[in-house]
């Protein structure tokens, strides 16, 4: 589901390649709102979707049970994902981090998988390049 504005030619292009090189189709809709997010999900039968956290709290304030059936894979950025968001998710759908810096060239992601730091026992997710 590609609903961002094109201001920003790098991000647009990027969420469109990511869906074109795995053979997916892409869905181009106008939706501004959480709520609009949602709502072109369930219309458009979407199965994967790449969302900002943020977003995905405001798009199904219920959590993941409340989401549309069809969608079965979520793809972060643009933000950190919290790791309690990232639990709540990764229990109902297959969910992936992407922390993309288009400016150094940078790109690590993660599967949500977590690690517990020693130093101060907080759990991680482990990005990786």
Avoid at 10 to 33: E, N, P, R
Avoid at 104 to 126: I, M, N, Q
Wanted: hydrophobic share 45%.
């Amino acid at each position: 589901l590609q609903y961002s504005p094109a201001y920003w030619g790098a991000a647009v292009f990027g969420q469109l390649d990511l869906a074109l090189a795995f053979g997916a189709c892409v869905v181009i809709a106008t939706a501004s709102t959480p709520d609009e997010i949602a709502a072109s999900c369930s219309q458009h039968s979407v199965t994967v979707l790449g969302i900002v956290p943020s977003q995905l709290r405001g798009a199904w304030p219920g959590g993941p049970r409340t989401r549309p059936a069809c969608l079965r894979v979520l793809v972060s950025w643009a933000e950190r994902l919290p790791l309690r968001l990232a639990q709540e998710w990764s229990a109902e759908v297959r969910l992936f981090e992407l922390l993309i810096a288009s400016e150094y060239w940078l790109t690590f992601s993660s599967d949500c998988s977590r690690w517990r730091d020693p130093s101060d026992g907080a759990e991680k997710h482990v990005l990786q390049p």
